[in-house]
């Protein structure tokens, strides 16, 4: 069984940075499809940025240029690192997974992802 737990989540002031892990157990990351997800308390759950098939890295318009995603198959974890934070309300960060197949989905925000992890808390204050 796939098992995501995330972590490097808490609060940080307008214009730094975190980084954001997602540790993988029960299977090779090297053969998952990952992405990260946040949600806002009252918002709908949004992709942030996701690696798709060639390895290419998607990200929402809302993060482009500031966030990166990679993922260390060595370890088995994802990473989001982000910088220039922008204030924001707490919103919860989830990794997504789903075992690859032939290959990792298209479009790497707009997929069903199978695994989920607990989520880890981003807070961005001005």
């Known amino acids: 069984q796939v098992q995501l737990v995330e972590s490097g989540g808490g609060s940080v002031q307008a214009g730094g940075s975190l980084r954001l892990s997602c540790a993988v157990s029960?299977?090779?990351?090297?053969?998952?499809?990952m992405a990260w997800f946040r949600q806002a308390p009252g918002k709908e759950r949004e992709g942030v940025g996701g690696i798709e098939s060639g390895g290419r890295a998607r990200f929402a318009d809302s993060v482009t240029g500031r966030f990166t995603i990679s993922k260390d198959n060595a370890k088995n974890t994802l990473y989001l690192q982000m910088h220039s934070l922008k204030p924001a309300a707490p919103a919860q960060y989830y990794c997504?997974?789903?075992?690859?197949?032939?290959?990792?989905?298209?479009?790497?925000?707009?997929?069903?992802?199978?695994?989920w992890g607990q989520g880890t808390q981003v807070t961005v204050s001005s």
């Open positions: 029960g299977y090779t990351s090297n053969n998952l499809c």
């Open positions: 997504a997974a789903v075992r690859k197949l032939w290959t990792c989905p298209v479009n790497s925000l707009n997929y069903a992802y199978a695994y």
